[in-house]
């Protein structure tokens, strides 16, 4: 095995990468090489995102979906595969809808009426 393997497998390259080449900031990652008025703008971002925070109402009963729990990972990779593609180039934008169609018809229609239907049951 190589020193370099070697240093891979006990997490050296970690530790170089997060305590030299990272700058001490707990809210997101900037590097020594970091444009500052850039790292400044990324930091101020985070702090009025903060003020807003996002709670999705629907993650507290997504749970009690058995239909979620049966299909919810497959589902969800497969919507997740094609924003890549998307974000990637290697589909046009537009194919977000069918992405959207295939989720819903291969049991997200089913996930959202069990979500809905314990939501009305236990607001």
Do not use: C
Not at 15 to 39: E, G, H, I, M, Q
Not at 110 to 123: D, G, K, M, R
């Amino acid at each position: 095995m190589t020193d370099e393997l070697k240093a891979e497998g006990e997490g050296r390259q970690s530790l170089l990468w997060n305590w030299v080449l990272r700058n001490n900031s707990n809210t997101f990652n900037t590097y020594k090489w970091s444009d500052p008025t850039w790292a400044k703008e990324m930091e101020q971002s985070i702090d009025n995102a903060g003020k807003y925070p996002y709670k999705n109402a629907a993650d507290a009963y997504l749970f009690s979906s058995n239909t979620y729990l049966e299909k919810g990972t497959a589902l969800d990779d497969s919507f997740h595969k094609t924003v890549i593609e998307i974000i990637a180039g290697k589909k046009p934008v537009e194919s977000i809808d069918e992405a959207i169609k295939e989720w819903k018809s291969n049991g997200g229609d089913q996930i959202i009426e069990e979500v809905n239907a314990a939501y009305t049951a236990n607001p």
